[in-house]
């Protein structure tokens, strides 16, 4: 039987490399393509495990690169492309839109014409719930995937730009697809620009934890395993043209996350400094994952379980992050935030 081609660009990043690594794993009689151009928030010393498998290949590009995509795709001629590329932080954005238009919405459609070309079985563009806007703090008020898309930030326009256009593609061209729309994840290998493995490595080493306005702001968490093998069922049996919402029921304010982790690693309060809201910032994100779960699929993490894992990861694996936070990192840190860190 002809093995299937599986290209997932985006695999060096956070959540496309717990997916590469999980895919390689899973489905031995799977091609996993890696394809990705490696910025900032890519790396690919986290697949060392995985490099010389016979199943795995890295490639590095641009997917906004139309000339090396269109040909890349017409000599491997894929089965399933899973779109994890993109530009993923909010704070990025604000200071620095431009690239999220290029990547997010620009990369996204190259990958369409290329798909479009070749006849691919299935495109699943990954996108996240931020596409929806924000909700209020009534507890009982969820994001379906019956709400109208209202995004906030350049971020969150890009992504919902770029799902539009995969809606398009499906309604116009016939294109076999579906969009997923995750909540927050955490896990091992999550860039410590974002609040779980910004405040864990900041707290383990004594630095102030930096919470935005008031830290009553609402993420919806989900560990990073449950995402991926939510792709997987999305991919296997999901319903062409569908939107998929993933999500755990995990709500927990900012000062929530943070004060959990301070007190698993034995720290003090003390560490949190409030500091200067994000400018737009979402009060709240919640995802109503009915949909899912009728498809087949339930996460295997609670809050508690999953940050206790994410924890013990990082403290297993600080030369991970500390290559990282040792780097152009810094530069990062002292002009996003203004006070001396
Ligand atoms: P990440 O920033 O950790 O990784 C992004 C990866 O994309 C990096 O490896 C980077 O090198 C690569 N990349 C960037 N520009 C590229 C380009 N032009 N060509 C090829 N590769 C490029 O992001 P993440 O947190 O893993 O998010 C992955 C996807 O999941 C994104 O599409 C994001 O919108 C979506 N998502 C993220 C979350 C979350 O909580 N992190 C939640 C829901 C959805
Ligand atoms: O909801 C899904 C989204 O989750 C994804 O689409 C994005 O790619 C991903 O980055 C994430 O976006 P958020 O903006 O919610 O994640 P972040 O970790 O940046 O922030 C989480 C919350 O913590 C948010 O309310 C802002 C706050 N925060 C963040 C940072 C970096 C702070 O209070 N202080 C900080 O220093």
């Not at 910025?39 to 290949?57: M, P, Q, S, V, W």
């Not at 070749?118 to 563009?125: A, E, N, Q, S």
């Not at 109208?148 to 730009?161: E, H, L, R, T, V």
């Not at 737009?280 to 899912?292: E, F, N, Q, S, V």
Request: aromatic residues 12%; glycine residues 6%.
């Amino acid at each position: 039987m002809k093995r299937k081609k599986i290209l997932v660009t985006g695999g060096a990043g956070f959540i496309g490399g717990n997916f590469v690594q999980y895919m390689v794993k899973k489905y031995p009689h799977y091609y996993i393509y890696n394809l990705d151009l490696l910025t900032y928030a890519g790396d690919l010393t986290k697949h060392r495990a995985i490099e010389k498998n016979d199943n795995y290949c890295f490639i590095k590009a641009d997917i906004a690169d139309r000339e090396f995509i269109m040909s890349f795709f017409e000599k491997e001629k894929f089965d399933y492309v899973i779109h994890f590329a993109a530009e993923s932080h909010v704070d990025r954005s604000i200071t620095n839109p431009s690239i999220f238009v290029t990547t997010n919405v620009l990369g996204t459609q190259v990958l369409l014409d290329a798909s479009k070309e070749i006849g691919i079985t299935k495109f699943i563009h990954v996108s996240t719930d931020e596409v929806y806007g924000e909700l209020d703090f009534n507890p009982k008020t969820f994001f379906t995937e019956e709400t109208p898309i209202q995004p906030n930030s350049p971020y969150s326009a890009s992504k919902a730009s770029s799902d539009l256009l995969v809606r398009a593609y499906h309604e116009t061209f016939g294109l076999p697809i579906n969009i997923t729309r995750c909540s927050n994840n955490y896990g091992p290998f999550h860039f410590p620009e974002k609040l779980i493995p910004l405040t864990i490595s900041r707290v383990l080493n004594d630095q102030k934890i930096p919470v935005y306005g008031d830290g009553k702001n609402v993420r919806d968490w989900l560990h990073v395993a449950d995402h991926c093998s939510a792709i997987d069922l999305v991919l296997h049996d999901g319903v062409n043209g569908e939107v998929y919402n993933v999500g755990g029921h995990n709500e927990r304010t900012n000062l929530e996350v943070v004060k959990t982790i301070i007190s698993i690693l034995g720290k003090s309060d003390t560490l949190i400094e409030f500091v200067t809201d994000r400018l737009g910032h979402d009060k709240r994100y919640a995802i109503d994952p009915t949909k899912l779960q009728k498809l087949g699929w339930n996460p295997t993490y609670t809050f508690e379980t999953g940050i206790t894992q994410t924890i013990k990861w990082y403290l297993e694996n600080q030369a991970w992050w500390e290559q990282i936070i040792s780097g152009e990192y810094k530069t990062y840190i002292e002009s996003q935030y203004s006070f001396e860190l």
